[in-house]
């Protein structure tokens, strides 16, 4: 750490305030600018770091999750109930999450919803519907036995 003389360039002591040789003032104080420098670094890395996901975001990210889970959610809603209901609310959750981190288009952000709300919706109506179709059926299979 020894500091050279900006006019002779005599090697003189790291606290040194004049040079050994010319006795000319030592100015410059190499600690310091390495220390700017060590500070200055971290900026282009978070730089880099916040442009990583803008750049990775695929352009190309039409939310397939989302349509995915419309369709089943919608499959639910014609027929299979729980069977299709259960997978596209899971399906429309993981792609409003998609959505949320910038993995996929906002724009299909309407189909993920449909398929999380419609997916629970058919759901609860196909299940509501067998419980009632147990209760009657129970009912019904209890009145032969009754008073
Ligand atoms: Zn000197």
Redesign the pocket.
């Known amino acids: 750490m020894t500091r050279p003389?900006?006019?002779?360039?005599?090697m003189?002591p790291p606290n040194a305030a004049f040079?050994?040789?010319?006795?000319?003032p030592?100015a410059e104080a190499p600690p310091f600018i390495g220390q700017q420098q060590a500070q200055q670094q971290p900026w282009p890395g978070q730089n880099v770091g916040v442009n990583a996901p803008l750049a990775s975001t695929p352009a190309g990210g039409t939310g397939q999750k989302a349509m995915i889970a419309m369709i089943l959610a919608i499959v639910a809603f014609l027929c299979c109930g729980p069977f299709t209901g259960v997978p596209a609310a899971v399906v429309g959750w993981m792609a409003l999450d998609a959505i949320k981190n910038g993995r996929e288009s906002a724009d299909s952000k309407w189909m993920a919803m449909v398929g999380l709300w419609g997916g629970i919706a058919a759901t609860l109506i196909h299940g509501v519907g067998y419980v009632f179709w147990v209760l009657l059926s129970a009912m019904s299979a209890s009145s032969p036995y009754g008073y």
Request: net charge positive.
């Open positions: 003389c900006p006019k002779c360039n005599q003189n040079c050994l040789n010319c006795a000319s030592l």
